[in-house]
């Protein structure tokens, strides 16, 4: 049987799956980092929908989630989750982190989506760091797989060298113990 969750180290924006995640800012309106190469990649129909949502909802809130299309992307739709700024672990970031995973999971789930692929959320300009935010992120998604069968297959997709190497060693780790 295939692992349900897999690492690959790579291009979130070039990756055909349903649903890739983006690490987004509440605006939903782009920003840098992920969420600005998603909106490139994408083209202006993500962002379109993204003004519409917000237009009807208000701005995301720190570890909810929103769907749209995905333009010009290979996958089909664009979850857009807002995960917290790292302020030394004292303001809810770790919950805060397992809800943008988790509320992302469902939105899927919601949609009919069974392949679903997530960047490493708030490591970057949020400064969360990468070993705890990998930590959170492989239980959240280990705890929603537990109780799920219809998302089939949870991918991590890694930008950097040092975030991989970090997934690998916490996955092998749990996977051999």
Known sequence: MKKRIQLIQ???????VDVIVNAANSSLLGGGGVD?????AGGPSILE?????????????????????????????????????WNGGN????????????????????????????????????????NRAAKIAIQAVRDFLKKDTQIKTVFFICFDLENLEIYQELLFVSEHS
């Open 36 to 40: 600005g190469a998603i909106h490139r």
């Open 10 to 16: 790579g291009d979130i924006t070039k990756f055909e």
């Open 91 to 130: 303001k809810n970031e770790d919950q805060l982190l397992t809800n943008a995973y988790t509320n992302s999971l469902r939105l899927a789930k919601k949609n009919s989506l069974s392949t679903i692929a997530f960047p490493n959320i708030s490591t970057g300009i949020y400064h969360f760091p990468k």
């Open 49 to 85: 929908e993204c003004y519409t949502i917000r237009d009807k909802h208000g701005e995301c809130k720190v570890g909810e989630a929103v769907i749209t299309n995905a333009g010009k992307l290979p996958a089909k739709f664009v979850i857009h989750t807002v995960g917290p700024v």
